[in-house]
C-alpha cells in the first residue's frame, strides 16, 4: 500500500502540475506587496468588482495573499510537492542508480544491434580491447566470455542531487515561513535600543534580547545637495554593556550578526537642541508636508520686539536659515554659530534618527544550499554515462556501445577503439 502510494505521486505530470501552482502564487507573492498594513491594502487596492460587492483588499486578505508565503494551502502545495519528490527518488530514481552499478551482461547477439554502435572484431584483439578499457578508466565487470565496461556513473547522481536540492529550498522556506520576523525602528543616534517594533513574526520567531546602540549616524550630499548615501554606525552589546560587534552600515551594505541582518532603510530630522540665555532645550522639527526633506520648527523669542522666529532646513549638513515674525530672512547660518542678533542665540545640533529594517531569516542557508546544489546538480548532469558490452563467440567478439548524451564523443570513442585493429583483419 506504502509503495502504492508513493508511486501515485512519483508521476512526473503530478510534480509538473503542483511545481506550476507554485510558481503562480510565488509569481502573485511577488506582484502584491507582502506583509504591510490593512491600510495600506485598502489605500491601495480600494476598488471593487462582483458588481462592487467585493472590494480588491478585502478579497486579498479574505484569501491570504498579503502573506501567502505563510499560508496553510502555500505549505500544503509545498508539502505536496515535497512528498512527490521523496516519492520519485526513492521508488525511480534509487532504483535506476542501483540497476547502473550493477553487472549488466549481455548473452544475446541481437541485443548488441540495437545498441548506437556495434561491430565485430577478431579474438585475437579481445584481451588488447580490454586493455585499452583500463587505460581509459573504465569500471570492467568481466565473467568468462562477457564483458560489461562503464565510465561516468557520476551523471546518474544528478536528477537525485536535483531532488535533494528541492527538497532543501522547501524545508528552508517552511523554516522561514515559520521562524522568521521583520522589525522596523526609528532610532536617534546615541541611543541604545532593543527590537521590540515587530512588523511580522510568526509562533517559533524568538526575539534576541541583546542591545543595540547606534553610535552615529550622517549623510553624504553631492554637489547639488542631493542625498548620495546615508550610514548609520551601529554597536551590538552584551547583556553587560560590553560591546561585541561595531559596524557602519549604509544603503545595500548591511550589517549580519548572527541570525540578524540590520539594513539601513530610512532617516528623518525630528528636533532641535537649542541654547538661549545660558538655557539649553529641545524642540520639535518637522516636515513640511509638501517636501519631505525640507525641515521647519518654530524657536520661541522672548522680548518685546520678537516673539519667535522661524526655523527652515533641508540638508543635515549644519546650513540652516531663520525667518523673523513677518517673513523676513534673518539671515543664512550653520550648526553652532552664535547669533548676535537675537541675543547669542545657538543652534547646536539637529537631532536626526535611523531608520532600521531588522530582518531574520532562519530558512536562508537551506536556501542557498539548495540553489548551490542545483547549480553543482547542472554540472554533473553533463556527464555522459558510457557502456560498452562484449561478448565472445568462437574466433570473433561483438562489442556495442551507448550513451545517454553525447552522442558524437561516444562515436569518436568507440571508433578510436576499433579502427586500429579493423586494418589488421
Given amino acids: 500500500m506504502k509503495i502504492k502510494f508513493l508511486r501515485t505521486f512519483a508521476q512526473l505530470n503530478i510534480a509538473v502540475f503542483l511545481l506550476l501552482f507554485i510558481a503562480s502564487f510565488s509569481i502573485i507573492g511577488t506582484i502584491i506587496e507582502q506583509d504591510q498594513a490593512i491600510d495600506y491594502y485598502k489605500l491601495n ?3 471593487s468588482f462582483f458588481y462592487g460587492n467585493v472590494a480588491t483588499w478585502e478579497f486579498l486578505l479574505g484569501f491570504g495573499l498579503d502573506h501567502v508565503y505563510r499560508t496553510w494551502w502555500f505549505l500544503a502545495l509545498l508539502f505536496l510537492f515535497g512528498t512527490s519528490l521523496i516519492s520519485c527518488t526513492f521508488t525511480q530514481q534509487f532504483p535506476v542508480l542501483k540497476f547502473a552499478r550493477r553487472c549488466n551482461f549481455k548473452f544475446n547477439i541481437k541485443e548488441f544491434e540495437r545498441y548506437d554502435y556495434y561491430t565485430r572484431l577478431k579474438k585475437i584483439f579481445f584481451l588488447k580491447i580490454l586493455k585499452e578499457f ?8 568481466h565473467q568468462h566470455s562477457i564483458v560489461y565496461v562503464y ?13 535533494i536540492a528541492m527538497l532543501l529550498i522547501l524545508v528552508g522556506n517552511v523554516i522561514a515561513a515559520f ?9 536617534v543616534k546615541g541611543e541604545i535600543f532593543q527590537i521590540q517594533n515587530l512588523v511580522r513574526k510568526n509562533f517559533l520567531t524568538r526575539i534576541p534580547e541583546y542591545p543595540i546602540r547606534v553610535n552615529d549616524f550622517w549623510i553624504d550630499y553631492g554637489a547639488n545637495k542631493n542625498i548620495k548615501q546615508f550610514y548609520s554606525d551601529l554597536s551590538i552589546l552584551s547583556e553587560n554593556g560590553n560591546e561585541i560587534l561595531q559596524k557602519t552600515i549604509s544603503v545595500n551594505f548591511p550589517l549580519r550578526f548572527r541570525d540578524l541582518t540590520f539594513y539601513q532603510t530610512d532617516w528623518n530630522a525630528i528636533g532641535l537642541r537649542v541654547k538661549s540665555n545660558q538655557i539649553s532645550y529641545q524642540l520639535p522639527l518637522d516636515s513640511l508636508p509638501s517636501s519631505k526633506n525640507i525641515w521647519v520648527s518654530w ?41 548676535f542678533q537675537l541675543q547669542g542665540l545657538v543652534i547646536f545640533e ?5 531608520g532600521l529594517q531588522i530582518k531574520v531569516d532562519l530558512g536562508i542557508p537551506l536556501i542557498y544550499f539548495g540553489f548551490a546544489s542545483l547549480m553543482l546538480s547542472s554540472l554533473i548532469s553533463y556527464f555522459s554515462f558510457t557502456q560498452f558490452w562484449l561478448l565472445t563467440k568462437s574466433k570473433i567478439f561483438l562489442i556495442g556501445a551507448t550513451s545517454n548524451r553525447a552522442k558524437l564523443d561516444l562515436r569518436f570513442e568507440f571508433l578510436s577503439l576499433i579502427l586500429p585493429y579493423f586494418k589488421k583483419i
Fill in 151 to 163: 565510465k561516468g556513473i557520476l551523471g546518474r547522481f544528478a536528477p537525485i542531487i536535483v531532488h
Fill in 134 to 141: 583500463k587505460h581509459r578508466k573504465y569500471t570492467i565487470f
Fill in 179 to 187: 521562524g522568521s520576523f521583520n522589525a522596523q525602528e526609528l532610532i
Fill in 45 to 47: 487596492y480600494s476598488n
Fill in 350 to 354: 539637529i537631532i536626526a534618527e535611523t
Fill in 299 to 339: 524657536v520661541p523669542f522672548f522680548s518685546s520686539e520678537i516673539k519667535g522666529i522661524t526655523f527652515v532646513t533641508n540638508s543635515l549638513n549644519g546650513n540652516f536659515f531663520l525667518y523673523g515674525n513677518d517673513g523676513s530672512l534673518l539671515g543664512n547660518f550653520n550648526i553652532g554659530d552664535e547669533i
